[in-house]
Nanobody, 126 residues
Framework: VQLQASGGGLVQAGGSLRLSCAAS????????TGWFRQAPGKEREFVAA????????KYADSVKGRFTISKDNAKETVYLQMNSLKPEDTAVYYC????????????????????WGQGTQVTVSS
């Protein structure tokens, strides 16, 4: 599976960005997908995940109510809509995917995922 993340950039606090992650190489419907982020000097942390069907989602407490994960199976793309951005959201954002049967139950754990995109930088200025 190849994952290509895009959509990062520089935005002022309170602004919005939408990240995209295009997948190829495997039936998209078979994949659980997630977003993680890594700030300088910190470990990579869970942001959001979405089930194979797109009917279930999970969020880190720090982004709940501000970020929305969604997927378009026809376009084989997962999105992360980020609103009300804060300087502490500054990080490199990575999309990830996995096809294991129990992947969604462990979707908060970065070790769950076999496939990773290259990352896209999000910088929020105060």
């Amino acid at each position: 599976v190849q994952l290509q993340a895009s959509g990062g950039g520089l935005v002022q606090a309170g602004g919005s960005l939408r990240l995209s992650c295009a997948a190829s190489g495997r039936t998209f419907r078979s994949l659980v997908t997630g977003w993680f982020r890594q700030a300088p000097g910190k470990e990579r942390e869970f942001v959001a995940a979405i089930s194979r069907s797109g009917g279930s989602t999970k969020y880190a407490d720090s982004v709940k109510g501000r970020f929305t994960i969604s997927k378009d199976n026809a376009k084989e793309t997962v999105y992360l809509q980020m609103n009300s951005l804060k300087p502490e959201d500054t990080a490199v954002y990575y999309c990830a995917a996995d096809a294991a049967l129990n992947a969604y139950s462990r979707s908060y754990d970065r070790t769950t995922y076999d496939y990773w995109g290259q990352g896209t930088q999000v910088t929020v200025s105060s």
